[in-house]
C-alpha cells in the first residue's frame, strides 16, 4: 500500500508531505532517525484505520460481490419499487430532491455521518424522513453492515403545527362554494372525517343502505374502513349518483388540484393554517369531545394505532364525567354498551333508505355511534 507521508529536507529541519492532500508540515527537528521515527508513526495512524477497512471488505464482498459498488442510488430506487400508489409518487418525487445529490452516488461502505449531516443540513423536513427510511432499508436488506447514523444522533423530526377546522370555518367554506359536487364532497368529509382521495373515490356501490355503513380500503394504508351514517349524510348521499363514483369530475382529479381548489376557497374567505386534511383532525376532536368510543374512531380513521387518534386529538378540551354519573346513565339504559363477537362490534339493524328515516339514540349508542349535529358536536 502507497504510504501516506513522504519525508524531505528543508534548510536544517525535516518536513513531510501528505501525498494525497499535497499538504507540508514540519516535523521539528534537524535529526535524521527521530524525523523517520516521527514519519512511521503518521504513516502508521493512516495505514491501520484503512487496513482494517479493507480486511472487513474482503469478508463482505465474499458473502455480496455487489457491496463495494452498491450506491445510496441504487438503495433509493429498490425502496420505490416496494411502494404502491400515492405512497410510491411521494417516493419517487422525495428522490428527486437536490439535497440527495451529495450521497446519490457515493458507495454505502464509503458513507459516514458527515455525508448525512451535510444532507440534512441542506435538505428539509421531508428530507430526513426519507433519508431515514433508506438507510433503514439498507440495514434491513444487510446491505450496510452497521448504522451511519446510531438512532440517537438523528436531528429531531419537528412537523409545523396542525389544527383542526372549526365548525364555522367549515360553514364558511361551504356557504361560499358555488360548485355543488365539491360542496358535497366538503360536507362528506366533515361527517366522514376520511381523507381527500378516500372520499373523493367513492362510489355508490360503497353504500349500503340496509346497514346504514359505508364501506371503503383506505388507499395509503389499503386498511379497510367502515363507518355507519345518520340521517343528514343519508340526506346528502340521496342528491348524488345512484351509481358509478359519488364525485365524478373529483374522482379523476389529482389530489393536488382538489387540494389547490380547497386552498382558494380559504384563501378567499381569510381562513389561514388548514387544509382538506385537516377535516379528519376536526373529525377526531369531534369525537373525543362527544365521548365517541375511541375503538370505534380508529376504525373510521383507518388508524390501527391509538396513538395516532390521540395525536390528531390532542388539543381537544374534553371534560371527563364521574364514574358515578357515567354508572347511572348505564343503569338508565341511556347508553347501552355494544356486544362483541369474535372481536367485531355488532351492530343492530337499522336501515337507513331515506333522508326521513330516524335512528333511535338507543339503537345508535349500542352501535357506539350516537349522532350529533354539528352545532351539537362544537358544544
Not at 377535516?279 to 380508529?298: D, I, N, V
Request: hydrophobic share 35%.
Amino acid at each position: 500500500m502507497k504510504k501516506q507521508f513522504r519525508m524531505f529536507r528543508r534548510g536544517n529541519l525535516y518536513w513531510c508531505q501528505n501525498n494525497q492532500a499535497g499538504k507540508q508540515e514540519s516535523l521539528h527537528t534537524s535529526d535524521k532517525e527521530d524525523a523517520q521515527t516521527i514519519l512511521n508513526a503518521k504513516n502508521e495512524a493512516h495505514r491501520q484505520p484503512n487496513l482494517n477497512f479493507q480486511i472487513a471488505r474482503a469478508y463482505l464482498v465474499a458473502s455480496d460481490s455487489e457491496i463495494g459498488k452498491r450506491t445510496w442510488a441504487t438503495v433509493m430506487e429498490e425502496a420505490a419499487k416496494l411502494k404502491k400508489g400515492p405512497t410510491r409518487s411521494r417516493c419517487l418525487a422525495a428522490i428527486r430532491d437536490s439535497a440527495f445529490d451529495q450521497i446519490r452516488t457515493l458507495p454505502l461502505l464509503q458513507t459516514n455521518p458527515t455525508h448525512f449531516f451535510r444532507v440534512l443540513e441542506e435538505g428539509t423536513v421531508s428530507t430526513n424522513m426519507f433519508l431515514r427510511r433508506f438507510h433503514n432499508f439498507a440495514l434491513d436488506m444487510n446491505w450496510l453492515p452497521w448504522p451511519v447514523l446510531p438512532r440517537k444522533r438523528w436531528p429531531k423530526v419537528s412537523h409545523k403545527e396542525k389544527r383542526a377546522i372549526t365548525l364555522e370555518e367549515h360553514q364558511q367554506i361551504v356557504e361560499r362554494e358555488p360548485n355543488a359536487e365539491m360542496k358535497a364532497f366538503y360536507q362528506l368529509c366533515w361527517h366522514l372525517g376520511g381523507s381527500q382521495s378516500d372520499i373523493a373515490t367513492l362510489h355508490a356501490e360503497d353504500v349500503d343502505w340496509t346497514a346504514a355503513t359505508i364501506s371503503y380500503s383506505r388507499k395509503k394504508t389499503e386498511r379497510n374502513s367502515q363507518i355507519r351514517f345518520g340521517n343528514e349524510v343519508a340526506a346528502l348521499l340521496h342528491t348524488l349518483p345512484v351509481s358509478g363514483a359519488l364525485f365524478p369530475r373529483l374522482a379523476n382529479m389529482h389530489e393536488r388540484h382538489r387540494a389547490k381548489e380547497f386552498n382558494r376557497r380559504c384563501k378567499g374567505l381569510g381562513i389561514k393554517g388548514v387544509s382538506l386534511h385537516c377535516y379528519r383532525y376536526s373529525w377526531a376532536q369531534r369525537a373525543k369531545a362527544c365521548g365517541f368510543p375511541e375503538r370505534f374512531a380508529q376504525q373510521a380513521l383507518g388508524q390501527s394505532s391509538k396513538a395516532v387518534h390521540r395525536a390528531y386529538a390532542k388539543k381537544v378540551d374534553v371534560i371527563v364525567p364521574s364514574l358515578e354519573e357515567y354508572e347511572a346513565l348505564l343503569h338508565s339504559r341511556k347508553v347501552v354498551p355494544a356486544e362483541f363477537q369474535t372481536g367485531t362490534a355488532v351492530m343492530p339493524d337499522v336501515p337507513v333508505s331515506s333522508p326521513n328515516v330516524k335512528i333511535s339514540t338507543a339503537s345508535a349508542s349500542a352501535s357506539g355511534q350516537i349522532r350529533s349535529t354539528p352545532s351539537q358536536a362544537a358544544s
